[in-house]
């Protein structure tokens, strides 16, 4: 198959699941190419676009994709029509909300040329976020009930994401399916940490939906609990990352708050003893899983689908609230040893999430969207 995959922005876990299709596809003798955003993501995405390119049949297709709505996006949607088209794809794989338009409609239109197209969505969060008593809410809702009689199969990262597309959008009235992210094999060894380790570790974008800005008021509420400065390393890029270090330099925690650009995150592992996830919302997000798989310790809020990994009773989880979060804090560094042992095992993890299974469900849904 000619497959394409379409998604705005190339940072973040739509990046990895992305990725991580592409290596699986190309293994199984597909084509694949990549269209998405040429404004964002910085040295770090452009190492992983070096890294990928010489694989890609059908290339990497980067072009400007605005976030939100607006005029700028019939320019950017002729343009990116422009390069579906000449890519003749057998399938085109949309992930987000931006991303799953374009190719919905886009390969509603090959299939008006008579071209034979599998047009598939993976929302990934995405508009999914919005609440739907809001006008925006509304109004993305109403573009998504529309947008599922161009769509041949939905792919859902977590069971979390599908119920809240049947609260929000409706039932789909199109073949669904639930696929989770997943890892690689050498992903599921241990990770050690440097012996001048910081406490916690942050790492993922700089925006607020991430919850930055709670883990480091959360961090001063751990200090004053546990009576003891907390060290701290925040790993990242994004609109926001300013606003963190002026949040950071207000609360006196410049001396012990260290900021670092996008890393690997086994690299970044090694820097911290304890890993805090603190969203406000997502849907699957590959950073829980990774930590996990590498052996170490964590806190997450119980958002999105963070509970179909752990359990949805496990005491690792929190809300999003930065008290709630020192407390566990506080409680995770008084006895290391017992909050390690309250993570889930490795061997549920590699039955759950592991990269191939990923890929061979979602190369049978591509399969079952042609023959209709």
Partial sequence: MRIVHCFRSPVGGIFRHVRDLTDAQIAAGHQV????????????????????????????????????????????????????????????????????????????????????????????????????????????????????????????????????YRRKVGEPPIPNALVYNGLNEDEFQPVSVRPDAADMLYIGMMRDLKGPDIFIDALVQAEALAARRISAVMVGDGEDLPRYRQQVARLGLGD?????????????????????????????????????AAGTPMIATAVGGIPEIFGVDSPALVKPDPAE???????????????????????????????????????QAYFTALAK
């Fill in 325 to 363: 979060l020192a407390h566990k804090m506080t409680f995770a560094l008084s006895d290391p040893a017992a909050y390690r042992a309250l993570m889930p095992g490795i061997a549920m993890l590699k039955a759950r999430f592991g990269a191939d299974v990923m890929a061979s469900t979602i190369e």
């Fill in 33 to 164: 190419g990549i269209v998405c955003d040429s404004t964002t993501g910085g040295e770090y995405e452009e190492r992983l676009f070096e890294d990928i390119r010489p694989k890609l049949a059908l290339g990497i297709q980067r072009t400007p994709m605005q976030r939100h709505i607006g005029p700028g996006d019939i320019a950017s949607a002729w343009r990116t029509y422009r390069i579906i088209k000449e890519l003749q794809p057998d399938v085109i794989h949309g992930h987000g909300a931006k991303g799953g338009t374009y190719a919905r409609l886009f390969g509603s239109l090959l299939r008006v040329s008579r071209s034979r197209v599998a047009r598939l969505y993976s929302p990934h969060g995405g508009s999914l976020h919005y609440d739907e008593s809001t006008l925006t809410g509304k109004l993305f809702f109403a573009l998504e009930r529309t947008m599922a009689r161009f769509t041949d199969c939905l792919l859902f990262v977590s069971g979390y994401e599908r119920q809240a």
């Fill in 256 to 292: 012990r708050v260290v900021f670092h650009a996008p890393m690997p995150a086994r690299q970044a592992f090694t820097l911290a003893r304890l890993v805090v996830v603190p969203s406000r919302a997502e849907a699957m997000p590959y950073i829980v899983l990774e930590t996990l």
